[in-house]
Nanobody, 127 residues
Framework: VQLQASGGGLVQAGGSLRLSCAAS??????????LAWFRQALGKEREFVAV????????YYADSVKGRFTISRDNAKNSVYLQMSGLKPEDTGVYYC???????????????????WGQGTQVTVSS
């Protein structure tokens, strides 16, 4: 699976952005993948942002973005999205989409559990 993230940019605090990640799928059906967004600020480790499961589409979020970000997927378009609102300067970073198969609930927030990664898209929030 090849993932291509897009939609990043520069936005003022309080603004909104919608990230998209399109997948070219081979082998496993796209709908079988758990899909997630991670982010990495300059000088910091990559951190979990949000995930949407393959079965049932249940979503989970990092506490820092809960209530402000929404992850969704469109299996017909082989795509996953991250709608971000109420952006804060601390949301600045490179955002990566990721896909993995067969993940259990306790592993969803760990980057090493995901097999496929997009190239990242920069989000910068100015104060």
């Amino acid at each position: 699976v090849q993932l291509q993230a897009s939609g990043g940019g520069l936005v003022q605090a309080g603004g909104s952005l919608r990230l998209s990640c399109a997948a070219s799928s081979s082998g496993r059906t796209f709908s079988d993948y758990t899909l997630a967004w991670f982010r990495q600020a300059l000088g910091k480790e990559r951190e979990f942002v949000a995930v949407i499961r393959s079965t049932g589409g249940r979503t989970y979020y990092a506490d820092s973005v809960k209530g402000r970000f929404t992850i969704s997927r469109d299996n017909a378009k082989n795509s996953v999205y991250l709608q971000m609102s109420g952006l804060k300067p601390e949301d600045t970073g490179v955002y990566y989409c990721a896909a993995g198969g067969g993940l259990i609930l306790s592993s969803l927030r760990y980057a090493e559990q995901y097999t496929y990664w997009g190239q990242g898209t920069q989000v910068t929030v100015s104060s």
